[in-house]
């Protein structure tokens, strides 16, 4: 048994959040150090942040060793965030000083509580206005009655600090002193319940229940898009409340949940706490620790939330599970909604995984009897699922350069005519995915990446959509110097609605893409104008697949499905049938019913045949029927391992000694696939070579890489990166 606390002067085993491969030992402060402490340690001529992890080890001359310096002010590291933590790292391959700065990712958070300084809107106004001084006080009207840090209300007004501070002397800005780290108000899991439809009530029956079991489990609740699922996974929320644990949901495009704050007030009567990038650093402060001391019950966040320290959490539930956002794809590898039923299973909490179309691998689990699944079949109120077909583009009378349609674009006149919105769907941003010579045939690339530049018109550059790099546009060939001969090629939302444009002239066009609004609330606020009708023609890309309600939209129109079946990535046609579903799903939410038209060469294609008749079940199984047969996941164990150097000869070397040596691999009965080009084989100036690994559901995966992987040693500018159940494959 590990003790809980060790006294003065014993030894102590620290993780730091440096990248060292082992413990250190340190002798226990005055007054003793409990496990799980976080504390601060010296490490050479540095102090760091480590966390008490067990008893030292002293096999060593102990008058060398030194002292903790001190214990934050913080509650200790749980046992079930240790072992979560250690077990994540095992599952990604992650060293743990990675995993614990993923886990302490809340600035100062050791610095005393005490009080801090904020600023909010004074009494007076100043008589001579600047454009800056005009927008600190705009911050502070949008905020209402709330306080700022002055570095907060310097980075949201965009100015300098001395810009708030001159306003503070004359009057029209107040300084106070405020306690840091309040509580957060506690939420009232009775206030604002809706009447549940028969369908709901069952689903909220059986969560509440299985949330009160206190034991772990997980449901699937599936539901085509306004179904209400939402209002049910809610209801298990409150049960969670009742029983004075911890909540927590996870959303993807964190970005857009505005709208979804505000359903969690109006339901329990106050906000929740957040937890995201666009988060201020003295919020994200204040939920670490109201979460680590239990005066956060329930936390709205993005995937990283599930690393907060809760100290009893009793649900988590992942909204649209399916979500591709849900899958780290820098530094730490992993993907949110596996982690999330790790961290549950510890924690003994329940898990509620939610989705219009939800991944393979879920449905996998549901088909194994590990997850329960719940189902809501209707559309909340009268709204039904849009009506869906094909325009086969095989028949349709269309000059090159044009992507609408006289079929669709008629269908657009028609809802326009009627004062409803059409939605042109299109999963491109930017003008033309391509600009070409004409003259030589040369296609405009990124300096730094193996990407094509994709041109931007609004914003008149060149970007490479992989590293961000722009340039501007050139007027003569950089290949061929021929003049006034660059074209672009292929639609991008850009360019459609200038198409729209051209064919609509009397309609009111929007475009939402992610790319053309400076900040997240500048997005959100233009949807909001949108789906309350100021346009009548909305053209987007992914974005618009996503949660937000368009009640006045009645149809979508896909302007290439056949985009996603082109790849030659396995889970393509999984991706083209989520996402046709999710953009379709938008249509006719609440009183007019809705239409989907998908515009195909391949009406004959399996996938559309199956999004077309709705039949998830159907698409389901031929899909799982094909990854079965090839021993890919969910029914198989994949891995990728990215090579990367500035050197191409360095990494190919590399790769072909790995795929050579795969002794520790084909001890397990795994195959090696490689070395080749990474899916993106350049990134910003950086080669990259990929192997793949495939192995038996029950193979001991990670032992085995880890073995494999250890043989070799990286010299220079070498990099490996290993992922584990790699999104694309
Ligand atoms: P989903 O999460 O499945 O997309 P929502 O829970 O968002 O569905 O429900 C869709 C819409 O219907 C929302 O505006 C929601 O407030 C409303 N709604 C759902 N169930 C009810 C109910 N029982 N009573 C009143 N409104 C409801
Ligand atoms: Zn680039």
């Not at 209300?153 to 840091?180: D, I, Q």
Request: include cysteine.
């Amino acid at each position: 048994m590990t003790p809980e606390h060790f006294e003065q002067g014993q030894l102590v085993a620290v993780l730091t959040t440096q990248p060292l491969d082992r413990l250190l030992d340190y002798k226990a402060p005055e007054g003793g150090v409990w496990l799980g402490a976080y504390v601060e340690v010296p490490l050479g001529p540095r102090k760091v942040m480590g966390v008490v992890w067990g008893p030292g080890k002293g096999d060593y001359d102990h008058s060398k060793i030194r002292s903790v310096i001190r214990t934050l002010d913080v509650a200790p590291m749980r046992q079930e965030m240790r072992s979560f933590l250690s077990k994540a790292a095992d599952y990604t391959l992650t060293p743990m000083p990675a995993m614990l700065r993923l886990a302490t990712r809340a600035p100062g958070l050791g610095d005393p509580p005490g009080k801090r300084l904020v600023y909010r809107l004074g009494p007076s106004r100043p008589d001579r206005m600047t454009a800056a001084r005009e927008k600190v006080l705009a911050v502070f009207e949008e905020y209402g009655g709330l306080s700022f840090t002055l570095g907060e209300v310097a980075e949201m007004a965009g100015v300098g600090t001395s810009v708030v501070k001159g306003l503070v002397k004359l009057g029209a800005v107040a300084e106070e002193e405020a306690p840091r780290d309040t509580p957060y108000p506690p939420l009232d899991p009775d206030h604002g319940g809706k009447d549940l439809t028969p369908d709901q009530a069952k689903g909220a029956m059986v969560l509440r229940e299985a949330v009160r079991s206190g034991t772990y489990g997980t449901t699937l609740l599936r539901g085509v898009t306004g179904s209400g699922k939402t209002e049910v996974y809610l209801e298990a929320v409150a049960e969670c409340l009742r029983m004075g644990r911890q909540a927590l949901v996870l959303l993807p495009e964190i970005a857009l949940s505005g709208e979804f704050i505000d359903r969690v007030e109006a339901r329990f009567g106050m906000r929740p706490a957040e937890w995201h990038s666009g988060v201020t650093s003295t919020e994200r402060r204040r939920c670490w620790r109201m979460v680590g001391q239990g005066d956060a019950q329930l936390v709205v966040g993005a995937r990283s939330a599930l690393f907060l320290p809760f100290r009893d959490l009793g649900l988590v539930v992942v909204d649209e599970e399916h979500d591709t956002s849900y899958k780290q794809e820098d530094g730490v590898l992993y993907n949110a909604r596996d982690m999330t039923v790790l961290r549950a299973s510890l924690n003994g909490a329940q898990v509620v995984l939610a989705s219009a179309t939800p991944s393979l691998e879920s449905w996998a689990n549901v088909e194994a009897g590990k997850y329960a699944r719940l189902d809501l079949t209707s559309r909340f109120g009268a709204a039904v699922m849009p009506k869906m077909r094909a325009i086969d583009m095989r028949a349709e009378d269309l000059p090159g350069g044009q992507w609408v349609s006289p079929t669709l674009a008629n269908g657009v006149r028609d809802r326009i005519a009627k004062g409803e919105q059409a939605l042109l769907f299109i999963n491109r941003r930017g003008y033309a995915p391509v600009t070409l010579c004409r003259a030589c045939g040369h296609q405009i690339g990124c300096d730094h990446c193996d990407a094509r530049m994709v041109e931007h018109r609004f914003l008149k550059r060149l970007m490479c959509h992989q590293c961000g790099e722009t340039k501007p546009m050139p007027t003569v060939c950089p290949h061929c110097e021929a003049e006034d001969r660059l074209s672009p090629v292929g639609p991008g939302v850009e360019r459609l609605a200038e198409e729209a444009a051209v064919l609509f002239p009397e309609a009111r066009i929007a475009v939402l893409s992610s790319d053309l609004y400076g900040s997240a609330r500048a997005l959100k606020a233009h949807i909001a104008e949108i789906a309350e009708g100021a346009a009548d023609v909305i053209i987007g890309t992914q974005l618009v697949a996503k949660g937000h309600n368009f009640p006045k939209l009645t149809l979508v129109g896909v302007i290439d499905a056949d985009l996603g079946l082109q790849g030659s990535d396995l889970r393509a046609a999984e991706r083209t049938f989520q996402l046709m579903r999710q953009v379709a799903g938008r249509a006719g939410r609440a009183e007019a019913p809705g239409e989907a038209v998908l515009q195909t060469f391949q009406p004959e294609h399996p996938v559309i045949r199956a999004i077309l008749a709705g039949d998830e079940e159907a698409f389901w199984n031929a899909e799982a029927g094909e990854r079965r047969a090839a021993g890919v996941p969910p029914y198989g164990r994949m891995a990728g391992i990215v090579l990367s150097s500035t050197n191409s000869q360095e990494v190919f070397d590399l790769g072909a000694a790995m795929a050579r040596q795969d002794g520790p691999l084909r001890r397990i009965g795994a195959q090696v696939y490689g070395p080749a080009p990474a899916p993106i084989a350049r990134v910003r100036g950086r080669h990259r070579v990929r192997l793949l690994v495939k192995a038996e559901k029950s193979a001991p995966l990670q032992a085995a890489l880890a073995e494999w992987v250890g043989q070799f040693r990286l010299r220079g500018e070498l990099r490996i990166q290993v992922d584990i159940d790699p999104q694309s494959f």
